[in-house]
């Protein structure tokens, strides 16, 4: 897969996103390097699923913007996992672990690839 090609795909696909504005607020270098970044983690999560379908780069673009808001947090070993705004500011944690560094939407287009390689099987047995 070209980087040019997920580069484009991302452009498109945040063109009609509720992170649009962030993501276009990016610089390209930043950009490059989350979606660089985002490929390998979601690669590594796809197992045998075809990385080049459409759940697969939705799944990058997903982990790309999710990378740019919590690098600073997944070096520290934690992600935001929820924010109090109203009386008192908190935030909760979570340790970074087997999937904690994988965006919640990330991770169900993962599921979905998966899912979509599963039906394209086909087994055919001796019976």
């Not at 197992?47 to 808001?69: G, H, N």
């Not at 929820?82 to 008192?88: H, P, R, V």
């Not at 919640?104 to 599963?118: H, Y």
Request: hydrophobic fraction near 40%; proline fraction near 2%.
């Amino acid at each position: 897969m070209a980087d040019s090609v997920l580069a484009t795909f991302a452009t498109e696909y945040f063109s009609e996103h509720l992170d649009k504005t962030y993501w276009t607020g990016l610089s390209s270098d930043v950009k490059a390097a989350c979606l660089a970044m985002a490929k390998n983690d979601v690669i590594a999560q796809l197992d045998s699923a075809d990385p080049e379908c459409d759940a697969a780069y939705k799944a990058m673009c997903e982990q790309a913007v999710f990378l740019s808001r919590n690098h600073a947090d997944q070096t520290e070993g934690k992600v935001t996992t929820g924010e109090n705004i109203s009386g008192d500011l908190s935030n909760s944690y979570a340790l970074i672990g087997s999937n904690a560094g994988i965006a919640p939407r990330a991770e169900q287009f993962i599921k979905l690839a998966k899912q979509t390689q599963t039906r394209r099987t086909v087994v055919i047995g001796r019976g």
